[in-house]
């Protein structure tokens, strides 16, 4: 039963474990994006179905043509992960109430009798609470190390890429064909896509936007793809005699 205390619902599930209602959450968390749309993203972070969270449906509250909605239950460090994700206020107030529960779990527990068995188990809950902190604070770390470039970045990258072949093309004076300027953007976009191991510019990543932005700075057009632009610029040797 749902106490009148709960910050955000929770429930039992049929092996006694403690799960965290993902549209409370949601709710609790201020998140802007729909339920459906949100949760789908966040499960796409690595969380595996019936081992970190399970989906169920219920009752809407405003029912749209007596539809359920879809709902999950989220084990509680799937929970804590996803209130460190948001990275707001909320999301740290979450994350410690997760916290705070497991704590009242466990001094649920039997208490140890013996001096020994104190030490023992105070040894053992700080090791195995460093080691979630740790699992967490990593994934979170990966999670911000390997998310996509924000809007502004990309155009910030898109921007420079122009900026570059245009110094490059000023500084020398020259006068460029469209094919010519193109091969220019193909040398450079083929320098970021191997820098960066990616298929397309799209693919960038946060992890990869300083050490493009430092390669478009020092960019310099390869021999070949000089020599392409100038061969193009000679004329075609005529078969008149």
Do not use: C
């Not at 140890?112 to 979170?140: C, F, G, H, S």
């Not at 700075?217 to 008149?240: D, F, G, M, Y």
């Amino acid at each position: 039963m749902i106490q009148m205390n709960e910050l955000i619902k929770t429930f039992k599930q049929k092996d006694g474990s403690v799960a965290v209602d993902g549209r409370d959450l949601h709710d609790f968390l201020e998140v802007e994006t729909p339920y459906r749309i949100w949760i789908q993203r966040m499960i796409e972070y690595g969380f595996t179905e019936n081992v970190d969270f399970a989906g169920f449906e219920q009752k809407s509250t405003k029912p749209q043509g007596g539809r359920p909605q879809v709902n999950h239950a989220l084990t509680l460090d799937m929970a804590k992960e996803l209130s460190m994700i948001q990275r707001t206020d909320r999301g740290k107030q979450a994350r410690q109430y997760f916290i705070a529960m497991e704590k009242r779990a466990k001094a649920k527990q039997q208490l140890p009798q013996t001096p020994e068995e104190k030490i023992m188990l105070l040894l053992q809950n700080a090791n195995e609470d460093n080691k979630k902190i740790n699992q967490i604070d990593n994934r979170v770390k990966d999670l911000e190390h390997n998310k996509p470039l924000t809007p502004g970045e990309y155009n910030y990258i898109s921007h420079a890429v122009g900026g570059a072949v245009n110094t490059y093309v000023q500084t020398h004076h020259l006068i460029l064909t469209t094919k010519q300027r193109g091969n220019l953007y193909k040398d450079i976009n083929g320098g970021i896509k191997q820098i960066a191991g990616i298929q397309t510019r799209a693919q960038l990543r946060e992890k990869d936007f300083e050490n493009v932005d430092r390669y478009i700075r020092n960019w310099v057009p390869s021999t070949a793809t000089i020599l392409i632009i100038k061969q193009l610029s000679e004329p075609v040797a005529s078969n008149e005699g």
